[in-house]
């Protein structure tokens, strides 16, 4: 596709029940980056991909929640035993290489609601 | 660690008024600047950058300077539009080291521009 691709646009779940977000990174885009974004607040960076290296996952707020990529391609993120708490916007964003002079275009995110 | 901090928000303009948006940063060496604006609805979209002291990144008649001595990236505009009012978020990249790409924002400032 033309650009960063996530679904489902939004998803509401009950507290303690897992969920599974995807990204569609633009073709070609060897990193993929996850963050957040809760309610009033800036986005908080979750984990990052790039190529086949070891992703990493400095941001992740907690071992409920896990991502995964296969090689240059779509990547899942998972929050097991969803809490409350949890509830915001995630956003993908991809790039066609790592460093901070390459852009990062980003999807339209998936709007997560704990009940 | 890194950080990015906006001006408060939200900021309330008339059309036709002078924008400024105070963002200044703390980061390890030469980080890339952002500034990245968000539509009701919409995705994050890029909207200017700048890579090395005292660039100007440019757009859509929106400007940012690094000033590497202020440890700012002040977003200005001389006369705003209706079509302007979005969420700002100015964010930094690190130079290098295991924050290499990732970016850090800042919570985000509101305007909205009346007719």
């Known amino acids: 596709g033309a650009g960063v691709s996530q679904s489902p646009s939004n998803k509401v779940t009950e507290k303690g029940k897992d969920v599974e977000l995807r990204c569609d990174p633009i073709?070609?885009?060897?990193?993929l980056y996850w963050y957040r974004q809760r309610l009033g607040q800036g986005l908080e960076f979750l984990i990052y991909?790039?190529?086949?290296?070891?992703?990493?996952k400095s941001g992740l707020p907690s071992d409920r929640f896990s991502a995964e990529r296969t090689g240059e391609s779509v990547s899942t993120l998972t929050i097991q035993r969803t809490q409350q708490e949890d509830s915001a916007v995630y956003l993908c964003a991809s790039s066609f290489t790592s460093g901070g002079k390459n852009i990062q275009y980003f999807g339209a995110g998936t709007r997560l609601s704990v009940l | 660690g890194d950080s990015v901090t906006q001006m408060e928000g939200p900021v309330t303009l008339s059309e036709e008024a002078f924008l400024t948006i105070n963002c200044t940063y703390t980061?390890?060496?030469?980080?890339?600047l952002f500034w990245y604006v968000q539509y009701p609805g919409e995705g994050l979209q890029l909207l200017l950058k700048a890579t090395k002291a005292d660039d100007k990144g440019s757009n859509k008649g929106f400007e940012a300077t690094y000033r590497k001595e202020t440890t700012s990236f002040h977003l200005e505009k001389g006369s705003v539009q209706v079509s302007d009012s979005a969420v700002y978020f100015c964010?930094?990249?690190?130079?290098?080291?295991?924050?290499?790409?990732?970016?850090?924002f800042g919570q985000g400032t509101i305007l909205t521009v009346h007719p």
């Open positions: 073709s070609g885009h060897t990193a």
């Open positions: 991909f790039q190529g086949n290296s070891a992703p990493d």
């Open positions: 980061a390890t060496g030469y980080p890339s």
């Open positions: 964010a930094l990249s690190a130079a290098g080291g295991t924050s290499y790409g990732k970016l850090t």
